[in-house]
């Protein structure tokens, strides 16, 4: 006799993909790692895309990524303006998700990581239907270039805006980074003793 199959729906792996990721970044520059020789601390709090925080004592290494999930697929970035149009036209009038994933490092004095925290944050974002008037506003959209370095080849905080028809999380996690729980992580590390 077979047995049936359990129908609960599988568990997604992108949360925990988009942690590796943020992972990924943070631990690229510790101060273990090779090419931070290259990088003292110093020069790291000045090197755009690093978020480096402490004082001499001890520091923070934050790292994110963010990507854009319809269902099971990743929208990363668009290589090109046709794939930018294909995504946009994917998400019309359809709902996806948005995880960024962010890692905070504390690194000693003497380079030791001292300690390690991570959270992922999802928010639903609903796009208006596909019509005539949505096309031309995607064809505009990519011919501004603004799609070609963001995750789902739009950003809710530029024109891209306009494709967004609801929410429902945070907005600025959209955006790329959660800010209410990256500054509540952040008083929770400089509070620590």
């Given at each position: 006799?077979?047995?049936?199959?359990?129908?609960?729906?599988?568990?997604?792996?992108?949360?925990?993909?988009?942690?590796?990721?943020?992972?990924?970044?943070?631990?690229?520059?510790?101060?273990?790692?090779?090419?931070?020789d290259l990088y003292p601390v110093q020069t790291l709090r000045s090197l755009p895309g690093f978020f480096v925080e402490g004082d001499d004592n001890e520091y923070v290494i934050l790292?994110?990524?963010?990507?854009?999930?319809?269902?099971?697929?990743?929208?990363?970035?668009?290589?090109?303006?046709?794939?930018?149009?294909?995504?946009?036209?994917?998400?019309?009038?359809?709902?996806?998700?948005?995880?960024?994933?962010?890692?905070?490092?504390?690194?000693?004095?003497?380079?030791?990581?001292?300690?390690?925290?991570?959270?992922?944050?999802?928010?639903?974002?609903?796009?208006?239907?596909?019509?005539?008037?949505?096309?031309?506003?995607?064809?505009?959209?990519?011919?501004s270039g603004e799609p070609m370095d963001k995750a789902g080849a739009y950003g809710i905080q530029d024109q891209g805006a306009v494709f967004v028809s609801g929410i429902k999380g945070?907005?600025?996690?959209?955006?790329?980074?959660?800010?209410?729980?990256?500054?509540?992580?952040?008083?929770?590390?400089?509070?620590?003793?």
């Amino acid at each position: 006799m077979l047995k049936e199959l359990d129908s609960a729906p599988a568990v997604s792996a992108h949360p925990e993909l988009v942690r590796h990721l943020a992972l990924a970044k943070a631990e690229a520059i510790l101060p273990a790692h090779p090419s931070l020789d290259l990088y003292p601390v110093q020069t790291l709090r000045s090197l755009p895309g690093f978020f480096v925080e402490g004082d001499d004592n001890e520091y923070v290494i934050l790292g994110a990524d963010t990507i854009v999930c319809l269902e099971d697929e990743i929208l990363g970035k668009p290589h090109d303006p046709k794939e930018a149009e294909t995504m946009l036209r994917k998400l019309a009038g359809r709902t996806h998700l948005v995880h960024t994933g962010v890692v905070a490092l504390t690194v000693s004095s003497d380079n030791v990581l001292t300690y390690e925290e991570s959270f992922v944050t999802t928010t639903e974002v609903v796009f208006l239907p596909l019509d005539k008037n949505l096309e031309e506003r995607i064809m505009d959209y990519v011919k501004s270039g603004e799609p070609m370095d963001k995750a789902g080849a739009y950003g809710i905080q530029d024109q891209g805006a306009v494709f967004v028809s609801g929410i429902k999380g945070d907005y600025y996690n959209v955006m790329g980074l959660p800010l209410s729980r990256v500054t509540r992580l952040l008083d929770r590390l400089n509070s620590r003793e």
